[in-house]
Each structure stands twice: as C-alpha cells, then as structure tokens.
C-alpha cells in the first residue's frame, strides 16, 4: 500500500487531495500546524473528515520546525511527499512577508533536506501562477522567463523552485514543481473571491470588484487540482527524458514545473454572475481599482501536463460555483 506525506493536509488543497488518496487506500501521512491565518474551526472540520479514515495519521506542527518532517519521513517511509503548506495570499505577504519566509522558503528547505537524506522516491510541490508576475505573453507556459514577480507570495514560491532544483541537480532528488490556478471549490478558504463575494451576495452586501471588474482568471475547480496532482505523483521526471519540445524538464536535473489550470481564462464579471445565477441573488457591486501586488490576466497553457498524463481540467465555471454555493449553504447553515 502506498504510503504519502501530505503537508497542509487540513488546507484546502490538502483536504482534497488526502481525501483523493485515502479513497484508493492509500495511508496518508498528514501535517498541519492548524494556525489562525483563517478560521481553524474550518480546519478542524476538515481534518474531522479525514480522521474518519483508518489510514490517515496526523501531526501538527510547523514545516519549518527544524527536524519535524525528516523524522516523519524516517518513520513511515513515504514513496510520496506533496508539499501543499504555505502561508498564502498575494495580499497578506504585503504587510506580513516574514510569516512568508518562514512557512515557504524555511519550510521548503527543510522537506528538501529531509527528502534528500532518505532519498525520497518523489517529492511534488506546489508552486503558484503568480510566479508568472509581470508577463503579459499568454497563456502562460512553464518555459516562459519568469522573473518578475510582483508579491512577496510569489517571490517566495519561485524562490522553493529554485532551491528545489538545486536539491534535484545535486542529489538526484526527483521534483515536480506545479503551479496552481485561481482554485475554488467545496471547504475552499473564507479569504478566497467565492467565499467573500458568496457571503457578502447572500447577506445583501456590496462585494469589491478590483480593477472595475476588468480581469480575468483562469479559474480551476479543486477536484480537478488534485486529480493533477495524483496523475503527476506516477510521473517523476528522469533526467535527460524530456516529452517533447515544450517539456520544463530541467537539462541538469530531474526536476520540471507543470501548469494545473483549467486552460482557459475566464472574465470576473462572468465569474460573479455564475455565483448570483447560484445563489439567485444579484450582487451590490463596488466598483474600486486594482490592487498592489495583483495582475489583470491569468491563463495557463496546459500542453505539458496533457503530454504528462493524458489528463485536461476541464470543470465550468457554472458547474463548480453551483458545486461551491451548495456546500457553502450546507456548511454554513444559509
């Protein structure tokens, strides 16, 4: 039976994917240090979930405590790691960057470290569409230049890769970097656009649309996030096997980034109006300016992740907001 680390296992996309890989029977080694950033009590019910499982295993603690994931890995062997804790948010990092330092770059290190000295079959960590900053080329690819990134969040994301591909190159250590975007769904968090914009709509608030509503994300359903990331857990890269000219594979190292995304991007206003079609009430909308740190466009070319594993994130916006509010009115008793 495979056995997995799962850091940020009662995050949001830890949730998930621990809920994915307990489902096929799968022991899943899960870490979480369940901190304030946003509601525990939402943690805690996601972690409730999965402690229903007889395969799930569960230490709190910090990433970045020195120590703590090597004796994990010592411990269970795990042929996986999937590295999903961060402190996340493009805005937060703004007034808080050492709280980023210290969960995205300390903590990176620290699984590197303990990777390379059990020499870890596969270690898969979660990077950002951030990273991209101030491109404007679209979509974006992973061969893209990426070196200007425009948030503290997104420095520290791009600077775990870079580490990351050191540890590959030097120790032979196999590593899939991947970038998410924009990810909604089901126990999403209370800081993300769904929930703010779902409980200010349903409780007759006006909602704030940065930029006058001229954005677009490439909106990408947590269901299809994880199924990603597990099809990429049985694809380690092999150095000097790339799987065709767009391959990020690195040319020293087995190491290579892949874009999750849903491949297309999608206008806010069309994304809102999917959640007043779901909630059947028409937003108070605040029409304000762009943001510091954030970026009008997103869009995520997914070639490579096809090529990888034959597999297209393809949930609608209609679909996965329906999905979203119906657990929203459940969860929270609208």
Partial sequence: MTTVLVTGAAGFIGFHLSELLL????????????????????KAARLARLAAHPGFR????????????????????????????????????????????????????????????????HLLMASTSSVYGANTAMPYRE????????????????????????????????????????????????????ALFTSAITEGRPIKVFNHGKMQRDFTYVGDIVRGIRLLMDRPPVKGAPVGPEDSLSPVAPWRVVNIGNGAPVPLMEFIAAIEAATGREAVKEMLPMQPGDVPATWADTTLLQSLTGYQPQTSVTDGIRAYVDWYRSYYGV
């Fill in 58 to 121: 569960f230490t709190q603690g910090k990433v970045e405590t020195p120590g703590l994931l090597a004796s994990l890995i010592a411990e269970h062997r795990p042929s996986h790691a999937v590295h999903l804790a961060a402190q996340a948010g493009v805005r937060y990092s703004i007034d808080n960057p050492r709280a980023y330092l210290e969960a995205n770059i300390a903590g990176s290190f620290e699984l590197l470290e303990a990777a390379r000295a059990h020499h870890l079959p």
């Fill in 23 to 42: 489902a096929e029977g799968c022991t899943v080694i899960g870490v979480d240090s369940l901190n304030d950033y946003y509601d525990p009590a939402l």
């Fill in 143 to 194: 061969i893209d230049k990426a070196d200007s990134q425009m948030s503290f969040y997104a420095a520290s994301k791009k600077a775990a890769e870079a580490m990351a591909h050191s540890h590959a190159h030097l120790f032979d250590l196999p590593v899939t970097m991947f970038r998410f975007f924009t990810v909604y769904g089901p126990w999403g968090r209370p800081d993300m656009a769904p």
